[in-house]
């Protein structure tokens, strides 16, 4: 069933997404940096979480690409040194994926309940889990490309899977299907064959822009109206 919508070819603001990214990529070094001193600090990374999931209701993964800390920081202070290598399909299996969640959750459910009554240990095991999964994905953004681990995040996961079609890239019929766009995009995805489609259908789709940015034409790809409306 298509998606039927009533598309707004808004301008991407490349410089403000910039500033705002190195910003939101701050954060996330001063959770790294400072919670294991002040585990205050660490209750930032279920408050990211939270947002990220929730926002997959309404706009699938648009978090990711523009709010997450920690992907922020991919795309700003990171992206300085990462490599530019694709990643290998594996890391989209969804049961590499769905794996890795249970995993992760398990573990930090399994750490909470060592000490269920004391915020301060709650806020180290949040600082914790943040810290071996930037590492993760600091190794995966040198070996790959810098969001090689948003490719197997646990949030994404959910917050794609959830909101699979939610707020898709609308693709224009008249494309010319350079690639300038698919090369540009940290996910890999592909865009030009959904030219048909009307719309671009890829969960992993962060809402990031760059394809828009990149695409020689500033008509062929946009962003639905904000309430989807025909």
Known sequence: MSIETTVTCRPFDSEKKTNYSWLLGLIMVAVLALGWKY??????????????????????????????????????????????????AILRKSGLRWGLLVLLMGFMAFRLAQNPGEWQHWGYVFWQMCLMTTLVAVAL??????????MICPVGTMAGSIGARKYPLQVDASCKACGLCESRCPMQLDIVKYRAAGFQ???????????MQACPSKTVLSWPNRDGSS
């Open 201 to 211: 259908s890829e969960g992993d789709c962060v809402k990031c822009s760059s394809c």
């Open 39 to 88: 585990p205050l600090l660490g209750f930032i990374v279920p408050i990211a979480m939270g947002t990220g999931v929730a926002g997959g209701i309404f706009r699938g993964r648009w978090v990711c690409g523009n709010l997450c800390p920690r992907g922020s920081f991919l795309d700003s202070w990171f992206s300085l040194v990462a490599s530019e290598n694709d990643a290998p």
């Open 141 to 150: 953004g040198l070996r790959y490309r810098a969001r090689g681990w948003c």
